[in-house]
């Protein structure tokens, strides 16, 4: 282990690590999580997908490819089409945690407003 692996969760070493943080970086997208979530109903197409989320068709297939080559979502043929999956079911248990532990929190406090003198 190196210096750069100590207090890596779980032992993780520093490329994993390395790899968990693009992955996050990657999902710090709403239109991407909103993806997954739409995937997590089951597989479909662009053209369902747009249906659902909404969004320009070029721009859902610009996350599509980019959480493909991140490994979270696969595709297939079928016809012409290409049909689009989770690929990575675990990821979606990371995002529904976060997004419980989010909603138990209490709203934030709202700071009155002050004039400036």
Avoid: C, W
């Avoid at 210096?3 to 709403?30: I, N, R, Y």
């Avoid at 995937?39 to 989320?53: K, M, P, W």
């Amino acid at each position: 282990m190196t210096a750069d692996d100590k207090g890596a969760p779980g032992g993780a070493p520093g490329e994993v690590l390395e790899q968990t943080a693009a992955t996050f970086g990657l999902l710090a997208s709403p239109a991407r999580l909103r993806i997954l979530q739409a995937l997590a109903q089951g597989e479909t197409n662009v053209t369902n997908l747009l249906d659902r989320i909404g969004g320009a068709p070029s721009t859902i297939s610009q996350h599509l490819a980019a959480l493909k080559r991140a490994g979270l979502v696969g595709a297939r043929r079928d016809g012409r089409r290409q049909v689009y999956f989770i690929e990575a079911p675990a990821a979606l248990t990371v995002i529904r945690l976060v997004a419980e532990q989010l909603s138990a929190r209490p709203a934030p406090a709202v700071a009155p407003h002050r004039n400036a003198p």
